[in-house]
T-cell receptor
Framework: EAQVTQNPRYLITVTGKKLTVTCSQN?????MSWYRQDPGLGLRQIYY???????DKGDVPEGYKVSRKEKRNFPLILESPSPNQTSLYFC???????????FGPGTRLTVT | AQTVTQSQPEMSVQEAETVTLSCTYD???????LFWYKQPPSRQMILVIR??????QNATENRFSVNFQKAAKSFSLKISDSQLGDAAMYFC??????????????FGKGTHLIIQP
């Protein structure tokens, strides 16, 4: 089954404790991206990647890092999380940016 | 920068009736794509419909259709014969054309659709 998976689905952590949210897709898509969703703001893009070792900033990249060492994986790294990063995070992939994006199930992150 | 505006934070419709969700966008591009995504309580993002700006014909998917007015920069979603399973948050999204680099979707703030039984 074609899918995007994210782990963990739920995470509660404390300020400053490094964390990684994993994202993996099994569709051989070149394009992957991360979004955050906040009430009343819709979804905003954090980072994206056109292919292995090619990543770039989206609209709200501050406080986040990403890597793309393998085509299927695109982890999101918060090296020093802060409460304003409490949000619902989505990973997405597509063959190219203008085509349908397949979204993961979301990761609910709470930073206290 | 492009913006997407959904002016209806919440809409309510009787089951089996028709409802239209509004979306306007601002762009200086001539080549772009527009999308409607559905987010049910499960939070999964589900693509409802995709429209290519260079195509004049409005996209349709079963009970879902769009009214794409390129000159007015309007992209409304019509849901016919509303069903209880249509209850969700609906997001309108914009994406520059294929020559526009690798940036992602620009989303509106969403419209919460309630279906009254």
């Amino acid at each position: 089954e074609a899918q995007v998976t994210q782990n963990p689905r739920y995470l509660i952590t404390v300020t400053g404790k490094k964390l990684t949210v994993t994202c993996s897709q099994n569709m051989n898509h070149e394009y992957m991206s991360w979004y955050r969703q906040d009430p009343g703001l819709g979804l905003r893009q954090i980072y994206y990647s056109m292919n292995v070792e090619v990543t770039d900033k989206g609209d709200v990249p501050e406080g986040y890092k990403v890597s793309r060492k393998e085509k299927r994986n695109f982890p999101l790294i918060l090296e020093s999380p802060s409460p304003n990063q409490t949000s619902l995070y989505f990973c997405a992939s597509s063959p190219i940016p203008s085509q349908k994006q397949y979204f993961g199930p979301g990761t609910r992150l709470t930073v206290t | 920068a492009q913006t997407v505006t959904q002016s209806q934070p919440e809409m309510s419709v009787q089951e089996a009736e028709t409802v239209t969700l509004s979306c306007t966008y601002d762009t200086s591009e001539s080549d772009y794509y527009l999308f409607w995504y559905k987010q049910p309580p499960s939070r999964q993002m589900i693509l409802v419909i995709r429209q290519e700006a260079y195509k004049q014909q409005n996209a349709t998917e079963n009970r879902f259709s769009v009214n794409f007015q390129k000159a007015a920069k309007s992209f409304s979603l019509k849901i016919s014969d509303s069903q209880l399973g249509d209850a969700a948050m609906y997001f309108c999204a914009y994406r520059r054309g294929s020559g526009g680099g690798a940036d992602g979707l620009t989303f509106g703030k969403g419209t919460h659709l309630i279906i009254q039984p």
